[in-house]
């Protein structure tokens, strides 16, 4: 019986998973997924904004994944060299072979004077306070800041935004932790700046994520037409691929219609790269340059300056991986080397470890692309089978975890978090709310197990 470890319970995790127990060339294949928080989903819980639901309701397909038999979801287990963590020599001990699927954990930063001012954060910061990540700091982000600066023209930018631009009323219905709805409600944001440094063309951001920013009840979307014009593409989108093409055409048509005098704002900005954030205590404002196309796909800065007033400001420049203590790891892509998901050491493929998602590839593609590349992952470890099934792991992998000092969740509790997530809500008028700290889902946890 071939033994697996997946590291990491989000799309790609639980893909792998799906994948090896699917298959049909190695009978009687068993799969632990393991992950550092005692709740699954990894992402589609903690990073899909909270009133999108229908990309949430993924989670029922991870469940149903979950919930075969040959699949044992093993929550408050961390890897790494820490205290009470796992080494992965450790788990190659315990298991013929592990995947790890632990993503892009970290922000990339934007590099300028005064990103560490007070009221600065990355996107990846405010996501994980509003989805109730239980590493998250508590609240702050936008009391008393009139006007927010988010960097950055993707669909994380996008969210954050909207977020921003909503009324508390319009999320009371998702699962936003009540103390981020209650920061939200006292919010005295009217205006929100997302500033991208190339043109509308080169934005990242996908239609449908875009238009749902001038569909927000009481607040209104805003173009400089002056400025996207510097965009080859603006005149004339016909010839711009098709994607691109419909967010143009959305673009242009904010860029046309009147101001309609709202509450709230979100000026989409283009043709500007920040080179400060200004303040002594506290960031008040961002120095951004204003930036002209160089005719090979980039920009070049003009030499002339424009200060936007911000109390807060979230960049939204991308993901990267972070190593994992004893895994080879590429600075400079921020992946863990790898042919076809076999991790490699010194060039060498490290027998019975593996890789897949963001941390095999790198922070693209859509939910969807984990499940090709997860295939792929498993169809390498299955050509290794022989070789792995000569091994003798341990016998029994959660003994060694308790032994480690982890008390792992496994399924009944996260059952029993959902149910404490429900009575939250309940007590609240409200439907399920994430609780946001470790020490309450560790106790709804472990209180279900009895």
């Known amino acids: 019986m071939l033994r697996v470890a997946v590291v990491g319970s989000g799309p790609s995790g639980v893909y792998a998973a799906q994948a090896l127990v699917q298959q049909r060339t190695v009978p009687g294949v068993t799969v632990d997924v393991l992950d550092r928080l005692p709740c699954p989903y990894g992402l589609v819980r903690y990073g899909v904004a909270p009133d999108h639901e229908k990309i949430k309701s993924l989670q029922n397909t991870l469940r149903t994944t979950l919930e075969h038999p040959g699949i044992t979801f093993l929550g408050n287990v961390a890897v790494g060299d820490g205290p009470h963590e796992l080494a992965p020599r450790r788990l190659l001990d315990l298991y013929h072979a592990v995947v790890y699927?632990?993503?892009?954990?970290?922000?990339?930063?934007?590099?300028?004077?005064?990103?560490?001012l007070p009221g600065s954060f990355s996107a990846t910061e405010f996501v994980s306070w509003y989805s109730a990540h239980p590493d998250a700091a508590p609240g702050g982000f936008v009391l008393g800041a009139r006007s927010a600066v988010v960097i950055g023209v993707g669909n994380v930018a996008v969210d954050v935004a909207r977020v921003l631009a909503r009324g508390a009323a319009e999320l009371r219905h998702t699962d936003?932790?009540?103390?981020?709805?209650?920061?939200?409600?006292?919010?005295?944001?009217?205006?929100?700046?997302?500033?991208?440094?190339?043109?509308?063309?080169?934005?990242?951001?996908?239609?449908?994520?875009?238009?749902?920013?001038?569909?927000?009840?009481?607040?209104?979307?805003?173009?400089?037409?002056?400025?996207?014009?510097?965009?080859?593409?603006?005149?004339?989108?016909s010839g711009l691929p098709s994607a691109v093409r419909r967010n143009v055409e959305v673009l242009r048509g904010w860029a046309e219609r009147p101001a309609l005098g709202r509450a709230r704002r979100i000026r989409l900005r283009f043709f500007l790269r920040p080179v400060a954030l200004l303040g002594e205590e506290a960031v008040r404002a961002v120095r951004f340059e204003r930036t002209v196309p160089d005719g090979r796909g980039g920009v070049t800065g003009t030499g002339r300056f424009e200060e936007i007033e911000a109390g807060?400001?979230?960049?939204?420049?991308?993901?990267?991986?972070?190593?994992?203590?004893?895994?080879?790891f590429d600075e400079g892509s921020g992946t863990v080397p790898h042919d076809r998901g076999r991790v490699l050491r010194d060039g060498t493929p490290s027998p019975g470890e593996y890789v897949a998602g963001w941390i095999k590839r790198g922070p693209t593609g859509v939910i969807g692309t984990n499940r090709s590349c997860a295939k792929e992952t498993v169809a390498s470890l299955l050509e290794d089978a022989g070789a792995l099934l000569a091994r003798r792991p341990a016998a029994d992998a959660?003994?060694?975890?308790?032994?480690?000092?982890?008390?792992?969740?496994?399924?009944?509790?996260?059952?029993?978090?959902?149910?404490?997530?429900?009575?939250?809500?309940?007590?609240?008028?409200?439907?399920?709310?994430?609780?946001?700290?470790?020490?309450?889902?560790?106790?709804?946890?472990?209180?279900?197990?009895?």
């Open 398 to 450: 959660r003994a060694a975890l308790r032994a480690a000092g982890r008390e792992p969740v496994e399924w009944p509790g996260w059952l029993g978090i959902e149910a404490a997530e429900a009575a939250l809500g309940r007590s609240l008028g409200r439907g399920p709310v994430k609780i946001p700290d470790w020490e309450g889902l560790l106790a709804a946890a472990h209180g279900a197990r009895g």
């Open 101 to 116: 699927c632990v993503g892009a954990a970290t922000d990339r930063r934007l590099g300028i004077p005064g990103e560490d």
């Open 312 to 328: 807060l400001v979230l960049r939204s420049v991308g993901y990267r991986g972070v190593p994992i203590a004893g895994l080879p």
């Open 176 to 237: 936003v932790p009540h103390a981020a709805l209650a920061a939200l409600g006292d919010s005295r944001v009217t205006d929100v700046h997302m500033v991208g440094r190339r043109g509308p063309s080169q934005a990242r951001f996908t239609t449908k994520e875009l238009r749902e920013l001038g569909a927000l009840p009481g607040a209104e979307t805003l173009v400089r037409p002056e400025e996207a014009a510097l965009d080859a593409g603006w005149a004339d989108p």
